[in-house]
């Protein structure tokens, strides 16, 4: 099955900089990509997706990256705020599996003031 | 709308016991899935149900059941709890399994095991 590694695992920046997340996978047929954020005992909940037909995405302060061919993808955060301190997960699925997500085992962020 | 509700919420058990987590969505999605949380491990899928009247093991099955009632209700049961399923269960829902489709997680239930 797929094996979806995310690195780094914590990470601190300081309110304004930014903040970057990176996660390779292994199977080759994995086309959707979405990242979640998890505030503490809280549900995970989609901040961005991209599609393997999309080389970059972006939405406010949040992008997403993709290269196919070596297999990784990333999350950038840019202007951080204390409110994106957070647990991050990004997934792989295929549509050969039905949509059966692999998360990564998430980076846990903290935005100091 | 409510999006995935779960019940219950919190929830001990002695080892041995068995209990069933309910999971129902109003976004009439075709798929559903539950997921267990452990530290360190990310999210790991149990089983799924990518149509009413189907269900497919995931990555963890072991030790646990599934039942899709029907569109919005899909059900996970844990037959003779055991200390290793202490754990917080997520469910979620998509609109397809087909394709490329967000999934939509519920508040999730923290299960203890003693």
């Known amino acids: 099955g797929e094996n979806v590694e995310q690195h780094p695992s914590t990470l601190s920046v300081q309110e304004g900089d930014s903040a970057v997340i990176k996660c390779t996978y292994s199977d080759s047929a994995s086309n959707y990509f979405p990242w979640y954020k998890q505030e503490l005992g809280k549900r995970p909940q989609l901040i961005i997706d991209?599609?393997?037909?999309?080389g970059e995405k972006k939405d406010q302060r949040i992008a997403v990256t993709l290269n196919k061919t070596a297999k990784h993808f990333s999350l950038h955060i840019t202007e951080t705020q204390p409110e994106d301190s957070a647990v991050y997960f990004c997934?792989?699925?295929?549509?050969?599996?039905?949509?059966?997500?692999?998360f990564g085992t998430g980076t846990s962020l903290t935005v100091i003031p | 709308n409510a999006g995935v509700t779960q019940t219950p919420k919190f929830q001990v058990l002695k080892t041995g016991q068995s209990m069933t987590l309910q999971c129902a969505q109003d976004?009439?999605?075709?798929?559903m899935y539950w997921y267990r949380q452990d530290p360190g491990m990310g999210l790991r899928l149990i089983y799924y149900?990518?149509?009413?009247?189907?269900?497919d093991k995931g990555e963890v099955p072991n030790g646990y059941n599934v039942s899709r009632l029907n569109k919005r209700e899909f059900s996970l049961r844990l037959e003779s709890a055991a200390p290793s399923q202490t754990s917080v269960y997520f469910c979620?829902?998509?609109?397809?399994?087909?394709?490329?489709?967000?999934?939509?997680f519920g508040d999730g239930t923290r299960l203890s095991i003693l």
């Open positions: 979620a829902s998509s609109e397809f399994s087909r394709g490329s489709w967000p999934q939509h």
């Open positions: 991209i599609r393997s037909n999309v």
């Open positions: 997934a792989a699925s295929s549509t050969n599996t039905g949509n059966q997500f692999y």
């Open positions: 149900s990518a149509s009413e009247g189907t269900t």
């Open positions: 976004m009439n999605h075709n798929s």
